[in-house]
C-alpha cells in the first residue's frame, strides 16, 4: 500500500436498514475509484463484499466486509455491514472502528426499524455520520418527504449538502447547494457527468438550502457565527472549514441524495467523505483501561502502538483472519505483537489490505489503518494489541445477547466427536452465539440472534468442519416446588436371603422463598437415626428432587427436615437410607400441593407504531404481561414480560408480525406458578414421554 499519512486516512461504515444499497453503494465506490472494471449485482452474486458461499446463495450481507480504496491521494477505509437485525454484532463491532458513519436511508420505505437501530450505534460512538438517500430513481419517491423522515425521528441537524435533479424514473444528478453546481449523469450506471450550474427551476430551492445549511454551519464557530448573524460576509473557504469543523463534531450530519444502481451522485459523497469527514487525528480520545483506571488514549501517530481487533474471519484458504483499527502509533512487520487481552505474544507475517476477499500485503501500519492480520493464534474480537509490556486495554465490544435458541443433535457418533472443536472455533469468530449444555434438561443450546443467524451458522458447521447436526426446540427448564407444609414417612425394608435392606425416615417439606433452592435440616434426637446415615438421606433426598416428582423437573425452593426415622443395627446401609429418604420425598410432594414453576422473560420489542396494537394482542395470546410503552419517534418500545416457553419462536413470528420492521431482545427475569390448564398439559406430555421411553 506504500506511504499512508493519518490525516489522509478515512474509514466509514456502511450501516442501514437491510436492502437499502450498502453493497451496491459499495461497488460503486471501487468502481469509480477505478478498483474495479464493472460494477457487480448483488442478484448476480458478483460483488466485492458479498462473497461468502451464504451471502451469494441468500442474496444478504452476513457479516462486515472490508474495502481498502485508494481515491486522490487519501485511502478509505469502507466497512460495508450487513441489514438484516440478525446480524446485528457485525454492526456494532465496525461502528466501534470506524471515524464515520455513512447511514444509507432508502428513499422508498424512508426510516426504517434497523436503520433507527444502526443510528442509535452512532449516537453511543460519538460517530461523524453522513447520510445517503438511495434509490431516487424508483417510482413514489420523494427527497423532501425522506429528508423530513430523516429530520423528525433521526435528528433535526441533518441538512442537505446537494439537492436532486429530476425525481423518481427522471431522477438524473445532484446540486451543490454550497456551489451551486450541477452534475448530471447519463444514468446507465457510467461514472460520466456532466458539470453545469444549478437548473434554473431549482435556483430558490438551492438558495434556501445554502442558508440553511450555512446557519447550521457557522453554529460550530462562535465569532463565525456573530459575523454572519452580523450580515458580514463570509468567504467560501471559511465556509468550508466551518463545515467540516461542524460535521466532525456532530453538529451538523449532511444528507446526499442519489442512486448507487444507476451511480449517480457516488463520486460527489466520495469527496464529501475526503473533505469533510475527519481523519483519525481529528477523532476523539479513545477510553482504554489500566486496571481500574480509565485512561484516555490521544490519536497520536507517534505514540505507543495500540490496535484494536473488531472481528475474526476464517477464510478457507488464507485461514483464521483478525480485524484490526489502530487507534495509536504503527507497527510494522518484524516487530514483535502482543494480546495484551489474552497476555500472549503473537507472530505477524504480513498486514492484509483487504478489498472483500482479496488482500494486498503490507509491511507498515499506522494510525487510522484497519488491515486483517492472519494466524493470530489466540486472538478474537474484542482484544487489545500493543507492545510487550504493555497493560492498558480498550473496552470490550457490548455484544447483544442472544434472542432466539436451537437445540443441536449430532446426527452420528463421528459428528459428536467433531462438535466440541467446530463449535468452540465458530463462538471466536461470532461472539453473538453462544452455546451451552443446559444442565437442567440436559440439551445442547445454540442460541443467537435470529432464525436465519443460526441457520447460516449451522451451514457453515457443516460446510467447513462436516458437522451434521439436527435441531429441535430447546426443552423450557421448568421447576417444581411446593405452597404448603407436609411430612411422610420413607420405609425401605427387603428381605431376600442373607443381609437385608433397611432404612426408614421422616421428612418434613416446607416451602421457601424463590431462588432459596434446597435446605436440609437434621432435627434427629436420640439416636433414632444414625448420624452416619443422615448424609445418605440427605443425598437421597436431592437426587429425588432432581428427578422431580410432576413432570420429572428439578424440585427446588423447600426446606427438608429429617425428623425421627428408624434403623436395624445388621440390615441399615447408607443405599437402604437413601432409597427411603427417595420414599418420603415423593409421599410428602403428594400431600404438599406440589406446583410447575416456569421461567418468565423481560422482553423489549422495538415496532413501528403501527404495528403496536399486533403486539400488544400477540403478547396478550402468549400469557405476556405489557409493563409499558415507551415511544422513540415513530417507533414504539413494548415493555413485557413473557414465559420463555411462549418465545421460543419469536424472532420468526415478529419478523412476520411487523414485515422485518421490528426487532426484540429479552432477559431472564424470574420464575412463577404455571396456570393449571398448562401445568396439566405439561405432566400429561413427560407421562407419555416416559411411558414411550419404557416401552
Known amino acids: 500500500m506504500g506511504t499512508r499519512k493519518p490525516e489522509d486516512i478515512r474509514s466509514i461504515a456502511l450501516i442501514s436498514h437491510g436492502g437499502a444499497g450498502k453493497t451496491t453503494l459499495n461497488e460503486a465506490f471501487l468502481f469509480d475509484a477505478g478498483q474495479i472494471s464493472r460494477m457487480g449485482k448483488v442478484e448476480d452474486k458478483n460483488t466485492v463484499s458479498d462473497f461468502d458461499s451464504e451471502e451469494q446463495k441468500r442474496g444478504i450481507s452476513i457479516s462486515t466486509s472490508l474495502s481498502t480504496i485508494p481515491y486522490k491521494d487519501k485511502t478509505l477505509y469502507i466497512l460495508d455491514t450487513p441489514g438484516f437485525a440478525d446480524f446485528v454484532g457485525e454492526q456494532r463491532c465496525a461502528m466501534r472502528v470506524a471515524d464515520g458513519a455513512g447511514v444509507l436511508i432508502n428513499a422508498t420505505a424512508g426510516v426504517e426499524v434497523q436503520t433507527h437501530n444502526v443510528w442509535q450505534f452512532a449516537q453511543d460512538f460519538e460517530t461523524p455520520a453522513f447520510f445517503f438517500v438511495t434509490k431516487l430513481d424508483r417510482e413514489n419517491t420523494d427527497f423532501d418527504d425522506v429528508v423530513a423522515d430523516i429530520q423528525e425521528n433521526l435528528s433535526d441537524r441533518a441538512v442537505p449538502l446537494f439537492l436532486p435533479v429530476g425525481s423518481q424514473l427522471n431522477f438524473k444528478g445532484i446540486v451543490n447547494v454550497l456551489t451551486g453546481k450541477s452534475y448530471t449523469y447519463k444514468g446507465d450506471g457510467s461514472k460520466d457527468f456532466t458539470e453545469g450550474d444549478t437548473p434554473a427551476d431549482m435556483a430558490d430551492a438551492v438558495a434556501s438550502a445554502r442558508e440553511t445549511l450555512i446557519e447550521r454551519a457557522v453554529e460550530a464557530d462562535d465569532d463565525l457565527m456573530m459575523r454572519y448573524l452580523d450580515g458580514e460576509e463570509i468567504s467560501n473557504d471559511e465556509i468550508l472549514s466551518v463545515l467540516r469543523k461542524a460535521i466532525c463534531t456532530r453538529q451538523l450530519f449532511p444528507i446526499v441524495p442519489g442512486s448507487g444502481t444507476a451511480n449517480i451522485g457516488v463520486l460527489q459523497l466520495m469527496d464529501v467523505i475526503v473533505d469533510f469527514m475527519p481523519s483519525p487525528k481529528d477523532m476523539l480520545h479513545r477510553a482504554a483501561l489500566k486496571g481500574e483506571e480509565v485512561v484516555n488514549i490521544p490519536p497520536d501517530e507517534n505514540g505507543k502502538f495500540l490496535a484494536f481487533v473488531f472481528k475474526v474471519m476464517v477464510d478457507p484458504y488464507v485461514g483464521k ?375
Open 321 to 695: 483472519l483478525s480485524f484490526v483499527k489502530v487507534f495509536s502509533g504503527k507497527l510494522t512487520s518484524d516487530q514483535p505483537l502482543y494480546n495484551v487481552t489474552q497476555g500472549q505474544e503473537e507472530r505477524i507475517g504480513a498486514f492484509r489490505f483487504m478489498k472483500g476477499k482479496d488482500g494486498v500485503e503490507g509491511k507498515e501500519v499506522v494510525l487510522g489503518d484497519i488491515v486483517a492480520i492472519p494466524k493470530l493464534e489466540s486472538t478474537i474480537a474484542g482484544d487489545t494489541l500493543g507492545s510487550k509490556g504493555e497493560t492498558l486495554q480498550f473496552r470490550p465490544i457490548k455484544f447483544p445477547k442472544p434472542v432466539y435458541s436451537v437445540a443441536v443433535l449430532p446426527k452420528s457418533r463421528a459428528d459428536e466427536d467433531k462438535l466440541g472443536n467446530a463449535i468452540t472455533k465458530i463462538l471466536k469468530e461470532d461472539r453473538t452465539l453462544s452455546f451451552v449444555k443446559d444442565p437442567e434438561t440436559n440439551d445442547a443450546v445454540l442460541s443467537g440472534m435470529g432464525d436465519m443467524h443460526l441457520d447460516i451458522m449451522l451451514s457453515k458447521i457443516k460446510e467447513r468442519y462436516k458437522v451434521d447436526l439436527e435441531t429441535r426446540t430447546p426443552k423450557v427448564p421448568y421447576r417444581e416446588t411446593i405452597k404448603k407444609k407436609a411430612s411422610a414417612q420413607g420405609k425401605h425394608k427387603k428381605q431376600s436371603g442373607g443381609r437385608g435392606q433397611y432404612g426408614d425416615v421422616w421428612f418434613e417439606l416446607a416451602p421457601l422463598e424463590k431462588n432459596a433452592g434446597i435446605e436440609f435440616i437434621d432435627r434427629v434426637v436420640g439416636g433414632a437415626v444414625p448420624k452416619n446415615y443422615i448424609p445418605a438421606a440427605e443425598k437421597g433426598l436431592r437426587e429425588a428432587a432432581a428427578r422431580g416428582f410432576l413432570a420429572g423437573y428439578p424440585a427446588t425452593d423447600f426446606s427438608c427436615a429429617i425428623f425421627d426415622g428408624s434403623y436395624h443395627e445388621v440390615d441399615s446401609s447408607e443405599m437402604a437410607f437413601k432409597i427411603a429418604a427417595s420414599l418420603a420425598f415423593k409421599k410428602c410432594m403428594e400431600q404438599a400441593n406440589a406446583i410447575l414453576m416456569e421461567p418468565v422473560m423481560n422482553v423489549e420489542v422495538t415496532v413501528p407504531e403501527e404495528c403496536l396494537g399486533d403486539v400488544m394482542g400477540d403478547f396478550n395470546s402468549r400469557r405476556g404481561r405489557i409493563m409499558g410503552i415507551d415511544g422513540e419517534g415513530k417507533l414504539q418500545v413494548v415493555k413485557a414480560q413473557c414465559p420463555l416457553s411462549e418465545l421460543f419462536r419469536y424472532a420468526i413470528i415478529l419478523r412476520s408480525m411487523t414485515s422485518g420492521r421490528g426487532s426484540f431482545t429479552m432477559e431472564y427475569s424470574h420464575y412463577e406458578e404455571v396456570p393449571g390448564d398448562v401445568a396439566k398439559k405439561i405432566i400429561e406430555q413427560a407421562a407419555q414421554e416416559r411411558k414411550d421411553e419404557e416401552e
